[in-house]
Every structure is written in structure tokens, then in C-alpha cells.
T-cell receptor
């Protein structure tokens, strides 16, 4: 079985400040890891994914995440927050190798303060 | 179509009523998933189809929940004798291939409120 834990259901940052959203995973086999974003009244959209290639993954809108096996973490970062980044962010995991579920975390709501 | 389309966007049902939620996946996508998202929670897996075959229904919370995808494209999630705890947003997602890569394309969801 696999799971993810997102630390902090709400995160507030000032415009221009660093964004750091934390995610830790639990998996019995090498995982695939994802970050999805959900803007108000919209569907979830894939930001980036890790599938066992490079450990530093770059996504859309300037976001990136680093897979750290020793820490079982996949934190999402962006150097400078923009007002348009305000949304809910979900970390997710699936198991590599064939047919597996995608399991989502509880989500972190990001507020960007002008 | 260009994206995953779900209908209705909003549904209010009285307790005990049956509801049907529709999902039009992206054309050509083999895999289709239903998730349930309660308020303040992440999406929870309900069921998975590969073409018309329902390969996993382990997340369906009770036998009141039923899903089908008879021709391998449009899917319907049916909830019989709705209860208040069924109130949630029901998300449909499709994927071009199997779900190991997890690259899911989501619809905007159907928000169900059971009174």
C-alpha cells in the first residue's frame, strides 16, 4: 500500500517569497510521485511528476520538486510566489510497475498575500 | 472533446433518491477513473475502467454505488438511495494508457448535495 502526507493544510506566503509545500510518502516499492494543482471551480491539473528518472523534476509555472529517497520526501518549491499561484495543491503517489492506484494527499491550500 | 466533461455540475438530491452522474472522457483515452472528494479532503479512489472493463471497484463505499462504461467511452456513476454522507464532489479522470504513470486528466467534478 502507498500513502502521502502533506504537512500544513494551509500555507500563506507573500508575493515574491519562496513557496515550499511539503509532502512525504510511504511506499513498499519504488513510487511514482506527482503534484496536482486545483484552481477554484476547476479540475485538478498535473503540475509535475517523478517516475524514477531525474530526482529534480521541473513542472509548469516555475514549480519544481525534488525526490529524496532517504527522507521519503517530494516537496514542491517555487522561488518566487505570484498571485496566480493561489490554489490547492495535492501530492499523489502510485506504485511503479503496471496497474496501480493513484493515492492523493489531503491537499494544501496556498494563499499568496500581496 | 478537448477535455473531460462531467454533468451535472451540481446536483441536489433528497435523501433516498437515486442519482446518476455522467463523465465524457477525452476521446481515445483508455482508462477512466472515478474519485470522491469530500469537503476538506483529497480525492479518494472509487473505481477504475480500462475500456469497458471495470478492473477495480474496491473503493466503492457500498453496494448503493454502481458505475458502468458500456462502450468504453462515456461512463455513468449511479448512487442509489442517497444518504447525507454521500455529499461530495465526484471527480472523473481519464488517462491515455494504464494508470501506472498517474497522468490523469480531470473533469471539473459533479458536486452532490444530499438533503
Amino acid at each position: 500500500a502507498q500513502s502521502v502526507t502533506q504537512l500544513g493544510s494551509h500555507v500563506s506566503v507573500s508575493e515574491g517569497a519562496l513557496v515550499l509545500l511539503r509532502c512525504n510518502y510511504s511506499s513498499s516499492v519504488p513510487p511514482y510521485l506527482f503534484w496536482y494543482v486545483q484552481y477554484p471551480n476547476q479540475g485538478l491539473q498535473l503540475l509535475l511528476k517523478y517516475t524514477s528518472a531525474a530526482t529534480l523534476v521541473k513542472g509548469i509555472n516555475g514549480f519544481e520538486a525534488e525526490f529524496k529517497k532517504s527522507e521519503t520526501s517530494f516537496h514542491l518549491t517555487k522561488p518566487s510566489a505570484h498571485m496566480s499561484d493561489a490554489a490547492e495543491y495535492f501530492c499523489a503517489v502510485s506504485l511503479s510497475g503496471g496497474y496501480q492506484k493513484v493515492t492523493f494527499g489531503i491537499g494544501t491550500k496556498l494563499q499568496v498575500i500581496p | 472533446g478537448a477535455g473531460v466533461s462531467q454533468s451535472p455540475r451540481y446536483k441536489v438530491a433528497k435523501r433516498g433518491q437515486d442519482v446518476a452522474l455522467r463523465c465524457d472522457p477525452i476521446s481515445g483515452h483508455v482508462s477512466l477513473f472515478w474519485y470522491q472528494q469530500a469537503l476538506g479532503q483529497g480525492p479518494e479512489f472509487l473505481t477504475y475502467f480500462q475500456n469497458e472493463a471495470q478492473l477495480d471497484k474496491s473503493g466503492l463505499p457500498s453496494d448503493r454505488f454502481f458505475a458502468e462504461r458500456p462502450e468504453g467511452s462515456v461512463s455513468t456513476l449511479k448512487i442509489q438511495r442517497t444518504q447525507q454522507e454521500d455529499s461530495a464532489v465526484y471527480l472523473c479522470a481519464s488517462s491515455l494508457v494504464g494508470w501506472g504513470t498517474g497522468e490523469l486528466f480531470f473533469g471539473e467534478g459533479s458536486r452532490l448535495t444530499v438533503l
